[in-house]
């Protein structure tokens, strides 16, 4: 038992650790003559007390393994905070550049419940005629099934990191034209940093939360330029953020593009001292980021963690509806020639 309990203390919890079989040799080996010589270490995974070599996973899903999702959360924590404060190797100037929280949406792809609040936290009516409750199932699913978009809803999801891409060389370029420089002079004056992390709505579309920075043109460790300022940064992000477009697939004769949805929130990061209550601390904003690096599609679709291998899994599975037509609708588009590059069949869990 002593032996087994260092195997398995090694693993920092992991409940699905991988399990090698296998030897490893490890020879002394001569410099010089580049001679290999006696052993200095044999390993041999039958002989380790649980039979095999176990290591972590390293899932970062909350819902595959706690123990090394919570590794890679506060692993992100730290990065991002040192982002944006310094530290771990990080100049803490980083603290004093313009930096925001921004989020992008998804377009509409049709009315779902929703709870919106008014006034001294009164909650209004939904368009169904019902005051929603805060856990209820039905927010984010569409009020009319079968007039949602769930086409488009699918296709969104996977034209999302493209159209992320097309933004951050917009804002680049937007950031240019206000400080008045071209693109390429831009690299000698100033850097931008980007984390991004996605984040499934209600709905099941994707949708990002992104800190974005200013440095100088070494990077985090140069002072930014004068005219970097987190109102250029505002203004470039709106701008940028409106004119990014990426052109979809033509299905069945219907062409789709797809841009973010009209709600961009920009919000100034300050740093810790500054806690006025109002705005976004940077620790706030690291938690908020490292809490959605360990999630995927969940929010939507519960326990659908891992790709489906048969669509007739999908009728058993303990889903939302609404969750079951994008697997479904995924699915089905998976089967299209031309959209083979999208490899929708093998992420379909993700919607
Ligand atoms: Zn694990
Ligand atoms: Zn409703």
Known sequence: MPALLRQLSSLGGCTHPIRLDGHRTEHHLNQDTGEIGRILRHLDSTELPAGHLLVRCNNRRITRCAACAETYRRDTFHLITAGLRGGKGTSEGVATHPRVFATFTAPSFGPVHNRLTGPAGTV?????GIRHDEEDDALGTPLVPDRYDYESAVLWNAHAGLLWRRFSIYLRREVAKRA?????????????SFAKVAEYQKRGAVHFHAVIRIDGPDGGDSPPPAWATVELLTDAISEATSKAQVAGPVIDGRAHAFAFGGQLDVRPIRGADFNGGQELTDRAVAAYIAKYATKGAETATGALDRPIRLIA???????????????RTAWALGARKALEHLRLRAWAHML
């Open 124 to 128: 209004r009516r939904c368009r169904c």
């Open 180 to 192: 008045g420089l071209s693109q390429r002079a831009l690299r000698n004056h100033a850097r931008l």
């Open 313 to 327: 899994e999908v009728a058993h599975l303990d889903i939302s509806e609404h969750a079951r037509r994008l697997v």
